[in-house]
DNA sequence: ATGCCTTGCGGAGCAAGA
């Protein structure tokens, strides 16, 4: 993506958040997208690694400082920039005894602080991985009420395994039970637009279909049988300085492509 | 149809994803 200059002649910074399913076999499709889309920030999920094994070098030759918070076979999540990383913290407060690797934060390009969030995905919805969505859930809420009240503008990007509307489900009457789309996954994600945040893509493109997901099973890509489940939730600050946001659906095209797709926002230089 | 893919782990066939 091209940096678009502003009146003052500075450049806009893009937050793109891409749960890759594996930084390992997703290395040359990252890479590809990183050289043509160019964010100033990638907030990754699922990278499915320790934070050894997270292939710094290669992304760092691009320009792209790392900030890993990993975990063995399963979650990890990490943040690139190219303006800069400080103040970096892993996982989310609120449970000592949570040992999953889902939650890490940093302050980019100075004065903006960012997340990557990779949310439990509670399924089955009968069992304890769903009380333990909704726990991490009202982590995330907490944390993110004392976040808005900074004065620094904040992104809060991830996968949040919810899709907030029907609207962001290609068959709602088939996922009504999944705990993507349960009644409780919906209000505590509304619980969080409540503290003040924007749902960056929702408000950009107000309309049906905008998914960031489709399965490997069924077809599903081909059939554009989608989800919504990606999100960039802008605090106050963040979201009076947004200019635009999207969705690019080229990744999920390629071969050995992801299940997701990234999803972007481009804010405003500061006045 | 708790399958249909894909990944990690480990060296076969699960577990987990959403």
Redesign the pocket.
């Given at each position: 993506m091209i940096l678009i200059a502003n009146t003052n002649g500075n450049p806009m910074p893009t937050i793109a958040t891409w749960?890759v399913?594996?930084?390992?076999?997703?290395l040359p499709a990252v890479l590809r997208w990183l050289e043509r889309a160019r964010p100033d920030v990638a907030l990754l999920?699922?990278i499915?690694?320790?934070d050894d094994g997270f292939p710094e070098q290669e992304i760092g030759d691009l320009g792209y400082a790392c900030a890993v918070h990993g975990q063995?076979?399963?979650?990890g999540v990490a943040i690139l920039s190219r303006l800069g990383l400080e103040d970096v913290t892993r996982g989310l407060p609120g449970d000592d005894g949570d040992d999953q690797a889902r939650y890490i934060e940093a302050v980019v390009g100075g004065t903006l602080r960012v997340a990557s969030i990779?949310l439990?995905?509670g399924?089955?919805a009968d069992s304890p991985?769903f009380p333990y969505k909704l726990a991490w859930m009202e982590r995330l809420r907490a944390h993110a009420a004392g976040l808005a009240r900074l004065d620094e503008p904040v992104v809060l990007g991830g996968?949040y395994?919810v899709c907030p509307t029907d609207g962001d489900v290609y068959d709602p009457a088939g996922w009504r039970d999944?705990?993507?789309c349960r009644p409780d996954s919906r209000e505590r994600f509304r619980a969080l637009l409540h503290l003040g945040y924007t749902d960056a893509i929702a408000v950009r493109h107000p309309r049906p279909g905008v998914y960031t997901?489709w399965?490997?099973?069924?077809?599903a890509w081909q059939k554009d049988n989608g989800?919504r489940?990606d999100h960039l939730l802008l605090s106050p600050l963040a979201a009076d300085r947004l200019e635009d946001a999207g969705v690019d659906r080229a990744p999920r095209g390629e071969p050995?492509a992801?299940?997701?797709t990234p999803a972007w926002v481009r804010l405003r230089e500061e006045a």
């Open positions: 749960n399913n594996s930084i390992k076999a997703r999920q699922e499915k690694t320790v063995k076979t399963y979650n990779y439990p995905n399924n089955p991985k996968d395994n999944d705990a993507l997901f399965d490997y099973q069924g077809g989800l489940i050995k992801s299940d997701h």
